[in-house]
């Protein structure tokens, strides 16, 4: 079952072109560097950059979802 469909635009078909390129490793790791970067900003008293930083997290791996999606059902 592929992702496109006529309702889909040529804008989707070239994000889906270009999420397919990158490595899904890739969200993860940042994912883990967002999380690691909030928990050495809380060790160094900046609490309010802390928690933005640790916020990146979830939108990189729903990014990494995405990712995985394309790649499992395909595009054009």
């Not at 270009?18 to 994912?31: E, F, H, I, M």
């Not at 050495?40 to 729903?62: D, E, H």
Request: charged share 15%; glycine share 8%; proline share 4%.
């Amino acid at each position: 079952m592929a992702l496109n469909t006529p309702d889909e635009g040529k804008l989707t078909t070239a994000i889906e072109k270009q999420t397919s390129k990158v490595p899904s490793g890739c969200y993860l790791t940042a994912a883990l560097l967002a999380m690691a970067a909030s928990l050495t900003l809380k060790c160094f008293k900046r609490g309010r950059s802390a928690l933005f930083v640790g916020q990146w997290a979830a939108p990189f791996l729903i990014m990494g979802l995405y990712n995985k999606i394309v790649k499992t059902n395909g595009h054009d």
